[in-house]
Every structure is written in C-alpha cells, then in structure tokens.
C-alpha cells in the first residue's frame, strides 16, 4: 500500500472548517483513500473514503486532486469534540491484511 | 457503540500471570484484527483473521496468541508477558468479501493493558 504523509500538529479555531492534508505521492490506481480519528484512548472511529470523486458525508467532505497525490480532509464546522488525532490511510478495498496507520494529524479545535 | 465489544476494558497483570482479551463483534463482519496501541506511537497491526483463518501475523511475538473460534468472537490469550507490552491492545472487524458500500473497519474501545 502506498505511503501517507500528515503534519504532525494543526490548530482550528471552534466553528472554522478544519482542513487536514495528506500527501500520497506513490498512491497506485486501484488504491483508495481512507480517514479515520482516534480520540484520545478511545478506538479509531472511521469518517469517510473515496477513489478519485469528491465525496461528503454527515461527517465531513474529502477533496481528492485529480492526479490522486493528494487529498484534504474537511471538517465544515469544527467543535471542541473534533480534537482527536486524524489518520490518512490508502489501501486496496477490500484488502483486509491492510489497514494500517501512521502518524496521523493531531488536530487541536481551539474555543 | 460501534459494535464491535472488547473485554476487559483495564487489566493489570503481573510477568508470570495468564490471561486473555476478548473481543465480541456482532456486524456480520468476516475479518478481524488486533492491534496494539502503545504511549505516543501508532497502532501496530498484529493479526487478521478472516473467516477464523489466520490471514497475518506481524512478527508477533509469541507470548501472544490469538484464537479466532468464530467470526463473532476474537480473543488474544497473554502469558509471560513484559513490561513493554504494556500498551491499548485494540479490536476491529470489517467485512472480508466484497460488498458494496460497506468496507471501513469498526473498532472497539480497546483494552487498557498493564504489565507489573
């Protein structure tokens, strides 16, 4: 599975969009991408996957870039209950050896 | 509530001592996984199992050892452990076939694991 690349910290005011990126340079074309958050100690919850259209959920929106080397998580109405740790993930879609997780972006929604 | 149901939430156990983590998934889901979560680090993928086969083991160590009776049930059984595996041990399920729409994973809440 391809590689991500997240910063390791982002700061958002309460009621901003957050958007949280995520680099994917070596991403193959039958790969998709994936986003997850992990409160703190809690399990990974999943938010949102796509391939190469946008998509939206009652969650959040992903914006893929149309060479799929990138994506950008988008949190539309950030609250204080979004702080959580954000993980970018690629992988095949139904490779279930394959869900595995980096550093991911801790997200710090500030009052 | 995810569905997906990990027990005990908190153990602490001594070196010498045996015990066992469950985990309970009632989703419909084939696959599951363990993962270990430890301070300020990623989670490490540990084993998959899919359809009550053994699909991955990730150089576990093998005071570790999984059993997967079912594809509703997961336990990870501890013996001798250090304490280094002290960590957040992590259970998920996601569906091992193809169907439409319904391929992310559903985590537990993760068992809290102290080695003394």
């Known amino acids: 599975d391809a590689k991500t690349t997240q910063p390791t910290s982002m700061d958002c005011a309460e009621g901003r969009a957050a958007n949280l990126p995520c680099n994917h340079s070596?991403?193959?074309?039958?790969?998709?991408v994936y986003w997850y958050r992990q409160i703190h100690s809690q399990g990974p919850q999943y938010i949102i996957h796509?391939?190469?259209n946008n998509e939206t959920n009652e969650m959040a929106s992903l914006i893929i870039t149309e060479d799929r080397k990138s994506s950008t998580l988008i949190l539309p109405h950030a609250t204080l209950r979004d702080t959580a740790v954000y993980y970018c993930?690629?992988?095949?879609?139904?490779?279930?050896?394959?869900?595995?997780f980096g550093s991911g972006t801790k997200l710090n929604v500030k009052p | 509530e995810t569905g997906v149901t990990q027990t005990p939430r908190h153990l602490v156990m001594g070196m010498t001592n045996k015990k066992s983590l469950k985990c309970e998934q009632h989703?419909?889901?084939?696959?599951m996984y363990w993962y270990k979560q430890s301070a300020k680090k990623p989670l490490e993928l540990m084993f998959v199992?899919?359809?009550?086969?053994?699909?991955e083991n990730n150089s576990v160590p093998s005071r570790f050892s999984p059993e997967c009776p079912n594809s509703s049930h997961l336990f990870l059984h501890l013996h001798t452990l250090q304490p280094e595996d002290s960590a957040l041990y992590l259970c998920?399920?996601?569906?091992?076939?193809?169907?439409?729409?319904?391929?992310?994973?559903?985590f537990g809440q993760g068992t809290r694991l102290t080695v003394v």
């Open positions: 998920a399920s996601s569906q091992g076939t193809p169907r439409k729409g319904d391929t992310e994973a559903f």
């Open positions: 070596t991403i193959s074309g039958n790969e998709y």
């Open positions: 796509g391939l190469k």
């Open positions: 993930i690629v992988r095949l879609l139904y490779n279930f050896n394959k869900f595995y």
């Open positions: 989703l419909g889901h084939n696959a």
């Open positions: 199992y899919n359809f009550k086969e053994q699909t």
